[in-house]
């Protein structure tokens, strides 16, 4: 059975940092796809960050580039995300997803795809509460 923790979520002063934590267990992370996501009440889910493992490629949404920052440790069956210059707009239910695949080419290459990719991730954590406060 497949299982997605997330770990990391707090509140913080804009322009602090935190690092998410995802661990991984009951999938084969190799050749995989993973993704953070966030959520606000009233909207939909959109995709923070996308990877996929093994070295692969990496995808930000355009509201983070430059500063989140989504990694990976194939030892440990663990991917991070780094938040830094966060802002009150950052505030959300944070939430880890895998898929065998995730989103292809035909999602990726639209504007805005990080609206439409939560449909590509089969598996869901339980989410964790990331808070900045002005």
């Known amino acids: 059975q497949v299982h997605l923790v997330e770990s990391g979520g707090g509140s913080v002063q804009a322009g602090g940092s935190l690092t998410l934590s995802c661990q991984l267990s009951g999938y084969r992370f190799n050749n995989a796809c993973v993704g953070w996501f966030r959520q606000t009440p009233g909207k939909e889910r959109e995709a923070v960050a996308i990877?996929?493992?093994?070295?692969?490629?990496?995808h930000y949404a355009d509201p983070v580039k430059g500063r989140f920052t989504i990694s990976e440790d194939n030892a440990k069956d663990m991917v991070y995300l780094q938040m830094n210059s966060l802002k009150p707009e950052d505030t959300a239910m944070y939430y880890c997803?895998?898929?065998?695949?995730?989103?292809?080419?035909?999602?990726?290459?639209?504007?805005?795809?990080?609206?439409?990719?939560?449909?590509?991730?089969?598996?869901w954590g339980q989410g964790t509460q990331v808070t900045v406060f002005s």
């Open positions: 997803a895998a898929d065998s695949e995730g989103p292809g080419p035909g999602i990726l290459s639209n504007d805005g795809w990080w609206t439409q990719a939560q449909k590509a991730f089969d598996y």
């Open positions: 990877l996929h493992t093994g070295g692969g490629s990496t």
